[in-house]
């Protein structure tokens, strides 16, 4: 029985393994705030994805700085 169900991915980190946060909290590399680094693995796929959003804002933020 072949069932063609596509499982769902899960949300992709942003790490790219470099750690360092600047003075605001924020990785210099995926721009994710300290907390939303140490939780990453408990939060929920939706969680995840409003994360994403917050890192292209900031780094819409950073272009107009």
Avoid: F, H, Y
């Avoid at 990785?27 to 969680?47: F, K, P, S």
């Amino acid at each position: 029985m072949n069932n063609n169900v596509a499982l769902p991915r899960p949300v992709r980190s942003p790490c790219i393994g470099v750690c360092a946060l600047d003075e605001k909290d924020l990785c210099i590399a995926c721009r994710r705030t300290g907390m939303e680094i140490a939780e990453w693995g408990v939060l929920t796929d939706e969680e995840k994805k409003r994360v994403w959003v917050l890192i292209r804002e900031r780094e819409e933020q950073d272009q107009q700085a």
